[in-house]
């Protein structure tokens, strides 16, 4: 967890894979590296594992928010074939929260 009030830095893919592969070709330990570049030596060791698992490929920044063109979760709008349907698809709604205005009224009156 970083500090409060501390910058978060993004680094390049390229700086990310040249960390890695100084560590694993040329034997440098992942806490030179991180006290040299002023990153924590955790961070690095994600980047590691992620380079090991991926490649470096994996090292990508990622982007952000929904991708485009997904729709977004929530309730389907409801359609009607009729204005008879609408109409009782409103009516069921109704009497749906009249029954839960009284559930209220009832608890709230101690009749429970």
Known sequence: MSKKGSIH????????????EQHL???????ILA?????????IRNWRTIYIEHGASGLQPK????????PAIGRPKTTFTSEMERLQ?????LKLEIAQLKKLQNYLRGDV
């Open 63 to 70: 982007a952000k928010g929904r991708p485009k063109g997904t």
């Open 25 to 31: 070709k040329e034997g440098i330990s992942i806490e």
């Open 9 to 20: 830095r993004k680094h390049s893919q390229e700086f990310k894979v040249s960390l890695v």
């Open 89 to 93: 698809y409103e009516n069921a709604k």
């Open 35 to 43: 006290v040299q570049h002023q990153l924590e030596p955790r961070l």
